[in-house]
C-alpha cells in the first residue's frame, strides 16, 4: 500500500481522514450524476429529502435540522432554484423570509432519484459490511461537540500547555 500520511496520524487527523472519505463519495457521486445526464449536485440530497417530507419550509427550518450554516443552505437553495428544482416565496407574515419548496420538476424527478439514492445506501451498507457501530461513535462525537465547541475544547489544551 502507499504511504498514507493522514492514516499514519490517525486521531490527531480525524477531521481530514472524514473530509477525504466524503470528498471522495461525492466526488463518485457527482461523476455519477454526470455520467447519467442528471443536473443535481450530490450535497442537495439531504434538502430534497427534507422538502419531501416536510412540504414547504424557510431557510432556517432547512439549516437547524441540518447542522447546515444560514449562509451555505442559502447557496444550496439558490443553485438549486437555478436548476429549476425549487419554488420559492415570500412569507405572507414575514416578507423577508423565503418559503421554499419542491418544483414540479423536482417532484417528477423523485422516483428516478430515490432509485439512485436507494442504490447509493446499499453501496454505503456494502462499504460499511452492515457494521453500523460507527454511528454510534458519530453520534457521541456530535453530541460532545454540542455540549462543548471543539474552539473550547483545544483552547484550553493550548492555555494549559502554554502554562507549563
Not at 437555478?82 to 419554488?87: K, P, Q, R, S, V
Request: one cysteine or more.
Amino acid at each position: 500500500m502507499d504511504f498514507d500520511f493522514i492514516r499514519e496520524l490517525g486521531y490527531k487527523a480525524l477531521d481530514s481522514r472524514l473530509k477525504r472519505i466524503s470528498d471522495r463519495m461525492s466526488h463518485d457521486v457527482r461523476k455519477f450524476y454526470k455520467e447519467f445526464g442528471i443536473d443535481v449536485e450530490p450535497n442537495w440530497y439531504l434538502v430534497f429529502m427534507l422538502l419531501k417530507r416536510k412540504g414547504e419550509i424557510s431557510i432556517t427550518d432547512i439549516a437547524e435540522p441540518l447542522g447546515y450554516s444560514h449562509p451555505s443552505v442559502v447557496v444550496i437553495v439558490k443553485k438549486m432554484n437555478e436548476n429549476g428544482y425549487l419554488m420559492i416565496r415570500k412569507d405572507s407574515v414575514d416578507k423577508r423570509k423565503q418559503i421554499i419548496s419542491l418544483s414540479p420538476k423536482a417532484i417528477e424527478k423523485l422516483p428516478q432519484l430515490e432509485q439512485i439514492w436507494d442504490s447509493c445506501e446499499k453501496a454505503i451498507l456494502k462499504v460499511l459490511s452492515e457494521d453500523l457501530a460507527i454511528f454510534t461513535y458519530l453520534d457521541r462525537i456530535d453530541q460532545e461537540l454540542k455540549n462543548e465547541s471543539f474552539h473550547h475544547r483545544f483552547k484550553q489544551e493550548y492555555l494549559k500547555s502554554t502554562q507549563s
